[in-house]
């Protein structure tokens, strides 16, 4: 949350909360969640504009990496995707934004059978999802709807207005019915929507629609 302007401040040592969307891929409202809820350090200057620290803001990033998926994980360890992985096709990438443990295991476990060779990176909310996305640019991209933070549709319609978006693929997932996905359906026109109950049955036909789609558009 925002507290008093600190004595000495080095316009090195802060940022705005425009540049700070910049940094992390998001919109400036999400930015703004994030110093209400805690995570960033910010105050306002006597004039009244918000200043975010940059050592929070990097603090959150470190904290924030992507982490490998592995099935019955306890929790994140911090590391992210070898990018300087060996000479030879690159890996599709998924980014999973999923905040229950259960189906987060249920989806490694599907990927890792069905299709070994799509690295899995795995998000807890929606705002640490957002900023993922900007930072690893996956090929597809599995977002539940109701997620901590920042839900899943307007997660969805914040990125839609980045271009960088336009060369993933989108699955939804939900435990909601379609009665109950009606709040939400200004996000998920055309895009494919699997019910939790029939995950197991669902998800890899949809994930194959979308690997079929990126190795056609790579052609």
């Given at each position: ?14 940022c705005t ?28 200057t ?39 992985a ?6 599709p990438?998924l ?10 295991n ?15 990176q795995?998000a ?8 993922l996305?900007g930072?690893?640019q ?51 026109k ?30």
């Amino acid at each position: 949350m925002a507290i008093s302007a600190p004595e000495i401040s080095d316009a090195n040592d802060h940022c705005t909360t425009l540049e700070v969307a910049k940094m992390l891929g998001m919109a400036v409202r999400s930015v703004q969640l994030m110093v209400d809820r805690g995570e960033l350090q910010a105050w306002k200057t006597p004039g009244g504009h918000r200043r975010i620290s940059r050592a929070s803001v990097q603090q959150w990033m470190q904290g924030s990496k992507a982490r490998p998926a592995e099935p019955n994980s306890g929790g994140a360890d911090g590391n992210r995707r070898d990018v300087a992985a060996p000479a030879g096709p690159r890996k599709p990438l998924l980014l999973l934004i999923e905040d229950s443990t259960h189906f987060q295991n249920l989806i490694q476990l599907i990927v890792q059978q069905q299709f070994p060779d799509v690295g899995l990176q795995v998000a807890d909310d929606g705002i640490a999802g957002l900023a993922l996305y900007g930072q690893l640019q996956p090929d597809i991209l599995i977002v539940d709807i109701l997620l901590p933070g920042l839900d899943g549709a307007t997660l969805i319609t914040t990125l839609r207005s980045h271009s960088q978006f336009a060369r993933s693929e989108l699955i939804v997932v939900t435990s909601l019915d379609e009665t109950q996905r009606a709040p939400y359906a200004f996000a998920l026109k055309g895009v494919a929507v699997i019910h939790k109950p029939q995950l197991v049955a669902e998800l890899p036909g949809a994930l194959q629609a979308c690997l079929e789609k990126l190795r056609h558009a790579d052609a």
